[in-house]
C-alpha cells in the first residue's frame, strides 16, 4: 500500500518561510519523480515543483521560482519543499505526488498525499 504523508504547513506571515515535508512508503521512492502541487480555494490544482529520481533534474512553476526549492532524501524517502519569501497568494492546500516520468501535468501523478494547509498572511 502506498503512503504519501505532508507535514509542515500552517500560517506565516508574508515574507516567512515554512519547509514542508512528504514521508512515503508501499513502493521503491528512489525510482520515481516526487512532485508538489497546491490548491487554493475556488482554484484548480496547480504544479509547484518536480524532481527526478536522482535529484539531478527540477522543475518550477514560474510563480514559485527563486522562492521554492524542491529537494530530495532517497535514504529516508522522503521529499521536500523549501519555501520562502511567502506571499499571500501561495495560500493553499499542498500536495506531494509521485510520477513515473517529469510533468507539470496532474494527471501524470499517481498516488497523492492528503494534503498540508499553508497560509499566508499580509
Known amino acids: 500500500q502506498v503512503q504519501l504523508v505532508e507535514s509542515g504547513g500552517g500560517l506565516v506571515q508574508a515574507g516567512g518561510s515554512l519547509r514542508l515535508s512528504c514521508a512515503t512508503s508501499?513502493?521503491?521512492?528512489?525510482?520515481?519523480?516526487m512532485g508538489w502541487f497546491r490548491q487554493a480555494p475556488g482554484k484548480e490544482r496547480e504544479f509547484v515543483a518536480a524532481?527526478?529520481?536522482?535529484?539531478?533534474?527540477?522543475r518550477y512553476a514560474d510563480s514559485v521560482n527563486g522562492r521554492f526549492t524542491i529537494s530530495r532524501d532517497n535514504a529516508k524517502n522522503t521529499v521536500y519543499l523549501q519555501m520562502n519569501s511567502l506571499k499571500p497568494e501561495d495560500t493553499a492546500v499542498y500536495y506531494c505526488?509521485?510520477?513515473?516520468?517529469?510533468?507539470?501535468?496532474?494527471?501524470?501523478?499517481?498516488?497523492w498525499g492528503q494534503g498540508t494547509q499553508v497560509t499566508v498572511s499580509s
Open positions: 505526488a509521485s510520477a513515473q516520468a517529469m510533468s507539470v501535468m496532474s494527471y501524470a501523478y499517481d498516488y
Open positions: 508501499g513502493r521503491t521512492f528512489s525510482r520515481y519523480v
Open positions: 524532481m527526478n529520481w536522482s535529484g539531478a533534474r527540477t
